[in-house]
Each structure stands twice: as C-alpha cells, then as structure tokens.
C-alpha cells in the first residue's frame, strides 16, 4: 500500500492513522508513505515507523503566475517519480488524503499498469470543501470516502476522520493524573491551547495576556505556542502552572490533562477533540475559503463546543469567558458528551478495509 498525504499535519496524520489500521487489520501489508521535502512528513513518518519515498512537490498555484506556467512540467516530473516508486515497492493500492503530494499520486496510479491492471485509487476527503487534488483525483478513483456529508466530492461515503488509535480508545479520566503530572500541571482545572502545528498568534497572544485572569481563577494552562513563536504569560503568585511548550509531541496526554480547549478548527483538529470528547472553543483560521469554520460547525450544532471569530479573539474575551465556562462542571460535562456523540472512532478502520479490499481484489 502507498498512502499520500504529505505537507501539512491535517493530511499527514489521517495517512498515518490509516497506515496503523491497516497494520492491525492486515500485519502483513507493507506500507509506503509518499512525501516532499517540504513538509512535515520528513520528520512524522519515520517517527511513526513508516518507510518515506520522497517525490518532487507540485504546489497547485491560485493565481496567473510564473508558478501556473510551470505547473505542466512539474506534474510530469514528478507523475514520473512517483511511477517509480509504485514500480518499486510493489503498490496493489494508492490511499490519498489531499494536498500537493496526491495529486501526482493519482495521475501515477491511473497510468501505472501491473498484472495487466491499473492500481486502484482510494481517496479521503478530510475537509468540508474538498480541495483540488482530491476533486481531481474522484473522477476516475475506484472508492471516494469524506470525513462529513456535502465535501463537494459526488457519492463519497461519509466514514468521518480517521485519528490515531491512541485517540480513538482515548479514556481522558483515566489518565487525567499522569498527564497532569507529566507535563508538570497542578491537579486543577487545566486549560489546553494550541493553534495547529505552527502555532497561532492571535490565540498565543490571548491566551497569554490573560495568565493573571486565568491564575486568579484557579486554572492551569498547557499552550503549545509553536515552535517559531514565543509567549511571556505573567502569572500572579501562587496560581497554578502556566506551561508553555513549542510543540506538543504527546497529544494524547495534552488532551487527557485537559478541561477544555481553544484550538483552531483544522479537519484534523476538530475530528481528535471531537473523538476525545474534549469541550472546545474553535477559532476558525480566518482565510482559504471558511472550510475551517464548516469543520467545526456539526459539533458546535450538537452542543460539543463554541465557535469564536479570530477577531474576536482577545485577551479580554479569554478572561471573561475562560473562567465562567471552566467553572461550570455540569455544562462542561454535557459538552464533552455532545463532542463524543459527533465523533468517528472507527474511520480509520473503515478507510483501511476498503483500502484492503480493492488491493486483495486486484491480486
């Protein structure tokens, strides 16, 4: 099996939680990652334990520019590259998630030929608006799955996002202790902050002029700023730990230290806190074209969170709303119950056994 979703987290991770299933499923299937140099897969896939094949990127420009003119023979370098690495290793099935990395992927996979058949394609749309490369990619793919109804992708099956297994079993009570405690947070109620992979500003800069509110209040805080950024909380005497980290490679245990959390409303994001069952202030990333608000809208409809425009996101609203919403457990608890309502745990395994059934038929 070859899976694509190179660049981002939000393509990455879904690839990777397939990848797991698929190992559970069928132990001996061996699986390729593609990616590009790019992106954030040089570092998660090895980590993950997963074999990397790298390919020439082919970022899709929005505009009429040099990058458009070139567009052609970037596409045909790298469809090339990636027919090697098909040839290579084997592939039964293509598994692509999205991004500049399975477009290729799908071009490869529909010229390669082996056994006197082509490869089969399937495609994961993680988003609400699906981008180009999988809208692309669907009109001659063998299984077209979506992570929500209405992707913009015709007849795809809606199986929700697949998370980490680690995720998915997730028993947030049960590890709410050792968490706390290993990332040094008092046992109180702890507020969880990140803004994606490379940190978000505006969220950094809220959260962290509200220390004082927030440590009068009583509650500890774990913000993950990004590893490019900083932040200076000024926290007054005797409140408990405001912890500060660039990145968080444990979320597992972040999420199970936590009380709620305020986070951006990538596809990826919403499907782990909604299938943790954590209570959430989204904060939709204010460009592209909405589909992080769309992301978030189905669990904020059942009761699993708010949504806060990035505008809107300030000190001020951090030290007003923050304290009022941690300090009412039973609201807090119907929260948490509404996000696991919403929730796909066994996406991952429904996007793996469909990816095994059409490699089996094709052998």
């Known amino acids: 099996m070859v899976v694509a979703g190179g660049g ?28 590009t140099t790019r992106g ?11 074999t990397l094949q790298l390919i020439p990127p082919v970022p899709l420009p929005r505009k009429l520019n040099k990058d458009l003119a070139r567009l052609p023979l970037r596409v045909v370098q790298s469809v090339k590259a990636t027919r090697a690495v098909l040839k290579e290793v084997g592939a039964d099935v293509v598994i692509g998630f999205g991004g500049y990395v399975s477009l290729p992927a799908y071009l490869a996979a529909r010229l390669h030929v082996r056994r ?14 699906a ?4 809208k692309v990619g669907a009109r ?7 992570a929500v109804p209405d992707s913009g992708l015709d007849d795809a099956q809606v199986v929700g996002m697949p998370v980490r297994g680690v995720l998915a079993a997730l028993d947030r009570d049960a590890l709410r202790a050792q968490a706390r405690q290993y990332f040094g947070l008092a046992d109180v109620p702890t507020l969880l902050v990140f803004g994606g992979s490379q940190g978000a500003q505006r969220i950094n800069d809220a959260v962290a002029g509200a220390a004082e509110a927030l440590g009068e209040a009583g509650i500890g805080v774990l913000h993950a700023y990004g590893p490019k950024n900083s932040i200076d909380p000024k926290s007054p005497d005797g409140a408990p730990p405001y912890r500060g980290v660039g990145y968080l490679k444990r979320m597992d245990l972040a999420y199970a230290a936590a009380d709620l959390v305020i986070c951006r409303s990538g596809a990826m994001t919403v499907a782990e806190v909604s299938a943790t069952g954590l209570p959430a202030v989204y904060v ?4 592209g074209n909405g589909e992080q608000r769309l992301n978030a809208v189905p669990i904020v409809d059942a009761g699993g969170g708010v949504i806060v425009d990035d505008a809107d996101m300030s000190t001020e609203w951090v030290a007003t709303h923050v304290p009022a919403m941690m300090a009412d457990k039973h609201a807090l608890a119907a929260m948490s119950q509404a996000a696991l309502s919403t929730g796909h745990r066994d996406a991952a395994e429904a996007v793996a056994a469909a990816a095994l059934e059409l490699a089996r038929s094709r052998r």
């Open 8 to 35: 981002t987290a939000g393509h990455i991770e879904p690839a990777l939680a397939v990848a797991d299933a698929v190992r559970r499923l069928e132990p001996s299937a061996t699986i390729t990652a593609l990616g």
């Open 40 to 50: 954030l897969e040089t570092t998660l896939v090895p980590e993950r334990g997963y």
């Open 116 to 129: 006197g058949r082509r490869i089969p394609i399937v495609i994961h749309e993680a988003n609400a608006s």
């Open 131 to 134: 981008g180009v490369a999988n």
């Open 140 to 146: 001659f793919a063998d299984k077209v799955l979506a």
């Open 284 to 287: 939709p990333l204010p460009h």
